[in-house]
């Protein structure tokens, strides 16, 4: 158990985290205007593609130990500054056998000196990126997610400032935007590691040895190595099929819709990151974990429709407001538009939001490979569904594909996470699962009925399982609303 001074709590770290991930929405959202409205729609695209591409590349950097300090430094607090140091000896040695090679071709590959600068700079901020990941969760693991928030907030707007002054003093190309990132990526790492060293060392502290942990080590985090890999995958491989099968410029329209998507996902990824240190914290007491857990499925039950209403007038209405009309509206032989996109997406996010106690719970298994083998599985339903689904149906396919993928995962956690014998939860997570169902059964209804003229069927069917899902959620927890004021302290 932890014990020094401030320790790992659900509410004040989600909020912590969400307020960042809030302010960084916005931040994204101007980030995003500036990039559509200077570049061309096939620069963005290329723009979209590479970043992705590093980002889905350099996981390797990550190698699974951040996850570790996560799940285990909280129990083990006199070990986390050992854990962070010994983990980041190993992410230097990968970096320095991965990067040389993507870097010299991204420097003779290409015969514009702009190209491969805008290359160089997108790879360089992403490794730093996974880097400074260790320190930042470092904080999260002493009750400091707050330190973090700040960090966060720093990154965005760093980058977010300097894309404004390119935009303003017309230097608006892929390098000049590329440079802003990797500068904003450096300074971000810089005071992320000076802040967690400040905090860790102000903590009772004790060496482990290297030579002892080297192969537990490695052998533990590869399953978070792997998951780490294939998280982004879920997340870009639809972006990668469009590009293969549809082209860029409809990888562009996509996006558009993903970044809102994304936008919604930093609630279920604010609150992950929280459970996992309190889940761990909690795990020496059988009785204290299930609270917990069940404090967790009460809370994201309570936020699902919540979220969904707060959701849909922003995009209905934001969309087509900050982003250009070629982006927005629907492409011809597509029949769906950004909007309506986004909405055929939303059942992905409601699927991350409701698993999200379970996934962590996931996390705490004696074997270490379970998560990863859940994750693996749901990318593999999500490919599969993607190359049936995105040469035929284009937007539409790449969408649904998604949401297939994230279903699957939560139907897995449901077995995995170990909460399915406590009869509590059982029923918790009986109800969630089906308003889950009624909720996706929605958003499918509403995103692709827009030219039937039937009101009923327009309307009238999604309202009714949304009502209802609402209903099937509220009930399990109607005599817990002390639940929210408790996660609240």
Sequence with gaps: MLTI???????????????????????????QIILTRTLLDIEYGW?????????????????????????????????????VHYGLRIQCRIAALTLPPILLIAWIGFDDMRTSVAI????????????????????????????????????????VGGYAVVWAIGRDGLMEFAMVYAGASMISTIYVIWRSERKLTASPQEDIQPEENAKTLLIRAAPFALT???????????????????????????????????????????????????FSNASANEGALRTE???????????????????????????????????VEARPGEGIDAVSLFVL??????????????????????????YARVILVGLAVNLTAGLLLV??????????????????????????????????????????????????????????????????????IPLCCFVLATLLILKPTRADWSTVRQVQD
Excluded at 403 to 422: A, F, P
Aim: net charge positive; charged share 15%; with cysteine.
């Design 228 to 278: 780490l890999v294939i998280l982004p995958l879920m997340a870009r491989m639809d972006k990668f099929l469009l590009a293969g099968f549809q082209g860029l410029e409809l990888v562009a329209v996509y996006n558009i819709a993903w970044i809102v998507l994304m936008a919604g996902w930093a609630v279920p990824r604010s609150i992950q990151q929280a459970l996992l240190p309190v």
């Design 391 to 460: 040469p035929t149906f284009s937007l539409k396919g790449a969408a649904i594909s998604t949401t297939i993928g994230h279903l699957c995962i939560h139907l897995q956690t449901i077995r995995t996470s170990g909460m399915w014998n406590n009869l509590q939860c059982r029923s918790i997570m009986t109800m969630q699962l089906i308003a889950g169902i009624l909720l996706h059964i929605a958003a499918t209804t509403l995103a692709l009925t827009k030219s039937i003229e039937s009101t009923w069927i327009k309307l009238g």
């Design 5 to 31: 001074q401030r320790r790992p709590k659900t509410g004040r770290d989600a909020r912590a985290l969400l307020g960042a991930e809030g302010v960084n929405i916005g931040l994204g959202v101007i980030s």
């Design 293 to 327: 857990q069940i404090r967790a499925m009460h809370l994201v039950g309570l936020l699902t429709p919540f979220g969904i209403f707060v959701a849909l007038p922003i995009a209905t209405i934001g969309l087509p407001a900050l982003f250009p009309n070629s982006l």
């Design 345 to 370: 997406m939303l059942p992905a996010w409601v699927w991350g939001l409701l698993s999200s106690p379970m996934l962590e719970s996931t996390k705490l298994s004696n074997r270490t490979t379970t």
């Design 47 to 83: 723009w979209v593609i590479v970043y992705d591409l590093f980002a889905t590349l350099l996981l390797v950097l990550d190698f699974g130990i951040p996850t570790l300090v996560a799940r285990d430094g909280p129990a083990k607090p006199t070990r986390i500054r050992a854990m």
């Design 120 to 159: 160089l700079s997108l790879a360089i901020g992403a490794a730093l990126m996974y880097l400074s990941g260790t320190h930042r969760v470092a904080l999260r693991a002493v009750g400091e997610a707050r330190e973090e928030a700040i960090a966060r907030v720093i990154d965005k707007g760093l980058m």
